[in-house]
């Protein structure tokens, strides 16, 4: 009979931050070692890690490693290549080179019939002000092409197209998005392994704020938002964990983007599901049989957003998971706190009183 001791893969992650903190805390329940690549050997994973690569030493961490994966897609090109190349890498370059470009992955979604809002891509800043004049009446998102991710690089426009005229100066591909008046997003955590299997935990209710998460609760059960991620899954032949975040308006949904790896919006799955998303994509990429999404009870999390002062008392509503993160600087997301209740109003609840501690005079973002 196989046991679970059977599996001892050398797990390497590219990326010392926080997602891969969180992943390497939930893989040490099984007998794996872990392998980190990072220029920051204070960097959270690496911490933890059995052993820290430089950058410079990416081809001994790629050689040593049963499996790569990554904590973040915007990280150490050669060394993904190179993964890659070694057909070790997993999720596979294919998802990353489409989040490398936000115009590739808006692509896509056109290309395979997925819902998404109406874009345009264009080759400037001129042309993008031009066309948000002339298909947008001037109400829409520009969005650079490169480097976008919790808001960065977006520029939300209504009719104050004068406020936006230093984005003549940009050179590169931009995205021309229609604004959404949405109802709310959602996201949902999905899971897919080798031979096509696919699980998903249920949507939760985000809530963002300049492009950046402060919170997110559930279970919200929305079949079709499960469906469209899966599609998208099946699409990429994806292998791994990975979030999906999309707008909900009069009950249609529309894909805003996705995240190749584990997800902010599923930080909540350590607390309040039976296996956590960490866990799922260890499973999924070492091709140990996924786990059951089964969630335990309401929850949801809270990002600590720019601040370490942390009162004591959040203690009473939620559990906190801190980075340790050396530097302190607005947005950067320095921990999280995770809370449970009996009924989504709980959680509600619960969450309002841990942002009045944590944001007493409101978020600076």
């Known amino acids: 009979m196989f046991s679970i001791l059977d599996w001892k893969p050398k797990i390497g992650i590219l990326g010392g931050g926080q997602l891969g903190w969180m992943m390497i805390l939930e893989g040490r329940k099984f007998p794996f070692t872990f392998y980190v690549l990072e220029n920051d050997k204070n960097a959270p994973a690496c911490r933890i890690a059995d052993r820290c690569f430089s950058p410079q030493e990416y081809k001994e961490f790629v050689d040593s490693s049963d499996v790569i994966t990554f904590e973040f897609e915007h990280v150490y090109e050669e060394a993904l ?39 345009s891509v264009v080759e400037n800043g001129e042309e993008a002000l031009r066309i948000l004049r002339e298909e947008f009446n001037n109400i829409g998102v520009i969005k650079e092409s490169k480097g ?34 949405f109802d709310f997003e959602a996201s949902v955590i999905i899971a897919r392994d080798k031979k096509g299997n696919f699980v998903s935990y249920p949507p939760t209710y ?27 899954s099946e699409e990429l032949d994806y292998v791994g964990t990975m979030g999906v975040e999309v707008f909900v308006t009069s009950g249609k949904v529309l894909i805003n983007e996705f995240a190749p790896r584990v997800h902010n919006t ?17 499973r999924a990429i070492i091709n ?11 929850s949801g999390m809270v990002n600590i957003l720019g601040t370490d002062k942390i009162p004591v008392e959040v203690l009473k509503y939620g ?43 409101g978020l600076d973002l």
């Open 81 to 119: 290549k190179y993964a890659q190349e070694s057909e070790k890498l997993l999720p596979r370059l294919n998802s990353v080179e489409l989040k490398r470009e936000r115009y590739k992955e808006k692509l896509f979604y056109k290309q395979h019939s997925l819902p998404t809002p109406r874009f």
């Open 148 to 181: 976008g991710y919790d808001g960065k690089g977006q520029y939300f426009i209504f009719n104050d197209v004068e406020k936006y005229q230093f984005l003549r100066g940009k050179k590169e591909k931009m995205v021309v998005e229609e604004y959404i008046n």
């Open 206 to 232: 985000n809530y963002n704020e300049k492009g950046i998460l402060v919170y997110n609760y559930g279970p919200y059960f929305n079949q079709e938002i499960i469906n469209v991620a899966k599609r998208l």
């Open 266 to 282: 599923g930080h909540y799955t350590l607390d309040g599901a039976l296996i956590s998303q960490f866990e799922q994509h260890l």
């Open 288 to 298: 140990m049989e996924l786990g059951p999404t089964t969630i335990l009870s309401p």
């Open 319 to 361: 559990k906190v998971y801190w980075y340790s993160k050396t530097e302190v600087r607005k947005r950067r997301k320095l921990g999280h706190i995770n809370v449970v209740g009996n009924n989504l109003e709980e959680v509600k609840q619960k969450i309002d009183k841990i942002r009045q501690l944590i944001y007493p005079n």
